[in-house]
């Protein structure tokens, strides 16, 4: 087997602009998508947009877009320009030595000059019935405030946030803007977020905070009309009414594929994100980059996904000029 030049791990905004990017420099890329799968959430080939039905922030489609087609124009402005495209999982890596080695879930083995990781991130979901069916089909479930509490549907209507962190307070008050009111439900009785982030959202009168609640079911058939709780403390159960729900407990990186003994292949930070100590999309092994929310915990949009995968295959191009390899 032949060694590539690059090799790009990830479809999402991040991978196919990495991917477009270096098939006009020349380079050849490969890049390997990973396959479907369902349990416990689903991850599909295009990252976090496959499960986003309505995008309206992404520049260039002034009447939005689906996410799914979104990733679709991607991935066919990537073949336009002769990317090569694995559907395989990569299950581990050896970044010791150079070329690196890449193993797939097939059994087989990619080894590449230098590599793109571009995985992304995974939203954490309640587990409740429901939830994930009506995610995926844009009835009122999202893992994204910001991607999606602006959308006609959601404006004026009465939502609910789940989470107690920073992310869940900011995802807050940012709905706070367009509904008319929006409930913040938590399991416990205090909030863990920082004082500063709990004072800006409740300087918002129609911000409505659930005391010892936790999302059981989620109840409609087309689009959510109301959320099941239970009582932590005492096991009651309760329906609230709300059209949207808005899930804020966090992401998960996709970096298990990384780590092997104990030890991580390249530097992660303490959430187990790709540590990028200064802009660059270079990692803490030379002639490995990453890009998206992979690498990025605070923004996770696919337009900057998209910039950071235009900067890894730029530098990567540049570094593997420097080794003497074009």
């Not at 006009?24 to 599909?44: E, F, M, V």
């Not at 990781?117 to 405030?145: D, F, H, K, M, Q």
């Not at 780590?259 to 990028?276: N, P, Q």
């Amino acid at each position: 087997m032949g060694v590539e030049r690059v090799a790009i791990i990830g479809s999402g905004p991040a991978g196919w602009t990495a991917a477009i990017y270096a098939a006009r420099a020349n380079l050849s890329p490969l890049c390997i998508i990973g396959t479907p799968r369902a349990d416990p959430a689903p991850i599909l080939p295009g990252g976090q947009l496959m499960l986003t039905t309505e995008v309206e922030n992404y520049p260039g489609f002034p009447s939005g877009i689906t996410g799914p087609e979104l990733m679709a124009h991607f991935r066919s402005q990537a073949e336009r320009f002769a990317t090569r495209i694995m559907d395989e999982d990569v299950v581990g890596v050896d970044f010791s030595q150079r070329p690196f080695t890449l193993r797939l879930g097939g059994g087989g083995e990619i080894r590449a000059q230098s590599v793109i990781i571009a995985t992304g991130a995974v939203a954490n979901w309640v587990g409740a019935p429901n939830e994930i069916r009506l995610a995926r089909i844009g009835g009122g479930v999202s893992a994204c405030a910001v991607c999606d509490g602006a959308l006609p549907v959601f404006r004026g209507k009465e939502l609910a946030v789940v989470g107690g962190g920073d992310t869940a307070m900011e995802e807050a008050t940012y709905l706070t803007k367009f509904a008319s009111k929006v409930f913040i439900i938590h399991r416990r009785d205090s909030f863990r977020a920082s004082k500063v982030m709990q004072d800006r959202l409740f300087a918002q009168k129609n911000a409505v905070a659930v005391w010892n609640k936790k999302v059981v079911n989620v109840v409609g058939e087309e689009r959510i009309e109301a959320v099941e709780l239970e009582d932590t403390l005492t096991k009651a159960r309760s329906s609230l009414a709300v059209a949207g729900l808005f899930v804020a407990i966090g992401h998960s990186p996709a970096t298990e594929f990384l780590r092997h003994g104990g030890h991580s292949a390249v530097a992660l930070d303490e959430k187990g994100y790709i540590s990028l100590a200064t802009r660059s999309s270079a990692t803490s092994v030379e002639g490995v980059f990453a890009a998206g929310d992979v690498a990025d915990s605070v923004y996770r949009q696919a337009i900057t996904a998209a910039g950071m995968g235009c900067q890894a295959a730029l530098e990567c191009e540049r570094w593997l000029a420097s080794q003497g390899i074009h």
